[in-house]
């Protein structure tokens, strides 16, 4: 079992940045592929970016190249969004997500992992 806690959420203007974690419970953590997911009103949940379960390997959503960078550290269970030059358009509930199957490659598609954080939410004013 892996729970899934995320926070760094909040308001912040157009071009700003924000950093969210993924803290993890359980002993497999560092054995897991890990994503960050997200979703906006009246929207499906989009893959944002995934990492690999060394920490080695990261992929990324076309319209978050450049702008975010996923990260983790597996001695702290924990796992990394950092956002910059945040758009309106980023505004949504970002989730961070642990792969179903421990030692498998990460994933874009969200039917691959199992356990869900709550979200928190990140709000981006023009």
């Known amino acids: 079992q892996v729970q899934l806690v995320e926070s760094g959420g909040g308001l912040v203007q157009a071009g700003g940045s924000l950093r969210l974690s993924c803290a993890a419970s359980?002993?497999?953590?560092?054995?897991?592929?890990m994503g960050w997911f997200r979703q906006a009103p009246g929207k499906d949940r989009e893959f944002v970016a995934a990492?690999?379960?060394?920490?080695?390997?990261?992929y990324y959503a076309d319209f978050v190249k450049g702008r975010f960078t996923c990260s983790r550290d597996n001695a702290k269970n924990t796992l990394y969004l950092q956002m910059n030059s945040l758009k309106p358009e980023d505004t949504a509930i970002y989730y961070c997500?642990?792969?179903?199957?421990?030692?498998?490659?990460?994933?874009?598609?969200?039917?691959?992992?199992?356990?869900w954080g709550q979200g928190t939410q990140v709000t981006v004013s023009s």
């Open positions: 997500a642990a792969h179903r199957l421990i030692y498998q490659v990460m994933s874009r598609n969200k039917e691959q992992y199992t356990y």
């Open positions: 359980g002993r497999t953590f560092s054995s897991r592929a």
């Open positions: 990492i690999s379960y060394s920490g080695g390997s990261t």
